[in-house]
């Protein structure tokens, strides 16, 4: 059994002497593990950190194996995402709920999302062709970007969904309305519209219209951004972690911290 395919590193473990388990999310063939022999040398440690994207060729005798990894790095973000605090509790929020994902079961647009995440994230920029630019001079930033926020929380709305257990976010629970819709069921994880809505506004989940691209032209505000990673941390906490016996990850409680400091 072979296949090549590139693919984001969400971890790795210790294997043997010298050696390491990496654990990839490829675009063709989902989260997969395998071994990388000789992974904790110094010419693979660097390229094997979490956020890199590599070219991956995966090998074994049979497909249940867990075969081994022959990799070349493609895109190497990971010493601009750990420089910057709020970048790397990104990184590891979202890694560590892609780890979630069940083995070999593809989702490429989730692996497309999360290169796009992690390449805001690290401040590169792709040309039509998705040739990478040198990164910009003044460095990434995601504090205080409520775009970048948005980002992030629409890649969990895609591991939510992947996960099972999407939102219904393209009409209003109560009346079907398709526009203005404002706030979310904590319950039913259902689009609720302004109007309708409003009457309960306390005890519903604030939508912000920049999160369904929606938002006329306009900046996102702090607030957009803070909203969006409120609304997806709820059915993240109630949904996959809790019903795992699953913390909330130090990580993304840091990230939803920075960006709320950022509003102040």
Not at 64 to 93: D, K, M, Y
Not at 94 to 122: K, Y
Not at 161 to 176: I, K, M, Q, R, V
Not at 195 to 217: K, N, T, V
Request: glycine residues 10%.
């Amino acid at each position: 059994m072979e296949w090549t395919d590139q693919g984001v590193v969400l971890g790795t473990r210790r294997q043997g002497e010298g050696h390491l388990v990496l654990d990839l999310l490829t675009a063709r063939h989902g989260r997969h593990l395998g071994l990388v022999r000789g992974g904790r040398s110094r010419r693979l440690a660097a390229a094997l950190q979490p956020g890199n994207s590599l070219r991956a060729t995966w090998r074994a005798r049979l497909d249940e194996q867990l075969g081994h990894f022959q990799v070349e790095p493609v895109t190497e973000r990971a010493a601009r995402l750990i420089a910057e605090p709020s970048a790397l509790f990104a990184l590891q929020a979202l890694a560590t709920l892609a780890r979630l994902l069940p083995e070999r079961d593809p989702h490429p647009e989730i692996h497309a999302a999360f290169e796009a995440v992690l390449d805001v994230l690290a401040g590169i920029a792709r040309d039509s062709a998705g040739m990478a630019a040198p990164p910009s001079a003044g460095g990434n930033s995601f504090l205080g970007a409520p775009a970048t926020a948005l980002l992030v929380a629409r890649m969990e709305l895609g591991l939510l969904e992947a996960l099972g257990f999407g939102l219904d976010l393209s009409a209003c629970a109560l009346s079907g309305a398709r526009d203005d819709l404002a706030f979310v069921s904590p319950k039913s994880g259902r689009a609720v519209a302004a109007g309708p809505g409003a009457p309960y506004a306390d005890r519903l989940l604030r939508l912000p219209p920049a999160l369904l691209g929606r938002q006329d032209g306009a900046d996102p505000s702090p607030a957009d951004g803070r909203d969006a990673l409120r609304l997806t941390g709820h059915f993240l906490d109630r949904h996959v972690f809790l019903s795992r016996g699953l913390a909330v990850p130090a990580a993304r409680v840091q990230l939803l911290a920075l960006v709320e400091r950022a509003e102040r």
